[in-house]
C-alpha cells in the first residue's frame, strides 16, 4: 500500500524530540516494519515472479533480454539493493522483486536490506528530530531531490539501453550485409 513513510519518519522524530516517543522505540519498530515489508516484495518475486516472467519471455521473444536484465540485477549486488533502502527509494519495491526472481541469497538480501533500512530510519528521524518544527518544507525538500535521482536513474538506464539498441542493430545490419 502506497504511504509516505518518509514523512511519517520525519514525523515520529518530531514526536521524539518533543519527548513523546522514544527514540530506541521508534527506531526499532520502523526497522522491523521496513525489513518486513521488503521481504513480502522479495517472497512475491522469488513464489510467483519466474512464472511471469518466464511466460513474458516467451510470448514476447525477450529471453535473452530478460536474462541480461537479471544479470544486471546481480551484478549490482550489494550497492544495488543498499542504495534503493535510503538513497533512491523509488527503485526499492522493484530491487525487491527482481531479487527474488534472480534467486538472490536471502541472507545476503537481507544483511543489505537491514542495513540501508537501518540507515533510512536512522537519517529520517533524525532529521525530524532536528528540524522538528520545519517538517513539512524538510519533506517537501527531500522528496524533490528523491523524485529528482530517480528520474536521474532512469535516465541513464534508458540512455545505455538506446545506445545498446543502436549497436545491436548496426551490428545486424553488418551481419546481414555480408
Known sequence: MPFPASLFLLALGSFVAQGEFDAWNVM????????????????????????????????????????RAEAFAVRWDAPGIFLSRWLITGLGPSINLTSGVANYPLGK?????????????GLYVSLGRIF?????????????????????????????????????AAERG?????
Open 28 to 67: 526499532l519498530l520502523a526497522i522491523a516494519a521496513s525489513i518486513i515489508g521488503d521481504i513480502v516484495g522479495y517472497a512475491v518475486g522469488r513464489i510467483g515472479g519466474r512464472a511471469a516472467l518466464d511466460a513474458i519471455a516467451r510470448r514476447t521473444g525477450w529471453v535473452d533480454q530478460i536474462k
Open 109 to 121: 538480501f537481507l544483511f543489505w536490506d537491514a542495513l540501508g533500512e537501518t540507515v533510512w530510519v
Open 132 to 168: 522538528h518544527d520545519r517538517i513539512e518544507d524538510l519533506e517537501s525538500l527531500i522528496s524533490s531531490v528523491a523524485w529528482f535521482l530517480v528520474a536521474l536513474v532512469v535516465a541513464l538506464v534508458s540512455g545505455w539501453v538506446l545506445v545498446w539498441q543502436i549497436r545491436h
Open 174 to 178: 553488418e551481419a546481414q550485409a555480408e
